[in-house]
């Protein structure tokens, strides 16, 4: 079956730091995937959306790369901040059409 | 903000009440969700419209049954659930396609209504 996996472990870093939050999927290859924030107690955010085309996506202070050979994406936050601290999904298209999606992978950024 | 609003935030309710929970979007988004957000599970996509059109029903139990009355609202009532069904019930909007939603339009959320079944 389709199936998308992030880091299970909450990621501390330092402010200031790179955070890298990584999405593995396997069983398909998809079009597309999306990244969204979650704070808790509230619904996702939409961050990024990358193509199977493009190598990498940036917006601010974040990128996002899809590695359809290692069937992996990575999404970066550079020069962290505690506000940044939230719950990071990644998503993306089965072969139905359907958004699947991961457990979230929990960032920490501490002062 | 999202533009996507639910109400309520919070709902307790016992196992023979009936109750509904709404959802608004004024993003002028024609594709509508219903998911399903459990500890420790990835999110589950419960109901999609498009349209005003259901074109996705995951095998949800009839005690959830979805109404999407106009491309702006959708409801989702709730009739003689489990202590299981608690859970944070997320409603989302994109654009889309009839028939079809488009998994390449990134999705707005609600807040959520967090569901407490006694």
């Known amino acids: 079956s389709q199936k998308i996996e992030q880091n299970s472990e909450a990621l501390n870093i330092q402010e200031g730091k790179t955070a890298t939050l990584t999405c593995n999927y396997t069983?398909?290859?998809?079009?597309?995937l999306q990244w969204y924030r979650q704070d808790p107690g509230r619904g996702p955010v939409f961050l990024l959306l990358?193509?199977?085309n493009e190598k990498e996506k940036r917006k601010e202070r974040l990128k996002v790369t899809f590695d359809t050979t290692l069937k992996q994406s990575l999404f970066h936050i550079t020069a962290s901040q505690p506000a940044d601290s939230a719950t990071y999904l990644c998503a993306y298209a089965g072969n139905n059409r359907k958004l699947i999606w991961g457990l979230g992978t929990s960032l920490a950024v501490n002062p | 903000e999202t533009g996507v609003t639910q109400t309520p935030r919070h709902l307790v309710m016992g196992m023979t009440n009936k109750k509904s929970l709404k959802c608004e979007q004024h993003?002028?988004?024609?594709?509508m969700y219903w998911y399903k957000q459990s500890a420790k599970k990835p999110l589950e996509l419960m109901f999609v419209y498009s349209l005003e059109e259901r074109v996705e029903n995951n095998s949800v139990p009839s005690r959830f049954s979805p109404e999407c009355p106009n491309s702006s609202h959708l409801f989702l009532h709730l009739h003689t659930l489990q202590p299981e069904d608690s859970a944070l019930y997320l409603c989302a909007s994109s654009q889309g396609v009839r028939w079809r939603v488009n998994p390449s339009y990134e999705q707005y959320f609600g807040p959520g209504t967090r569901l407490t079944v006694t």
């Open positions: 993003l002028g988004h024609n594709a």
């Open positions: 990358i193509r199977e």
């Open positions: 069983n398909y290859s998809p079009a597309y």
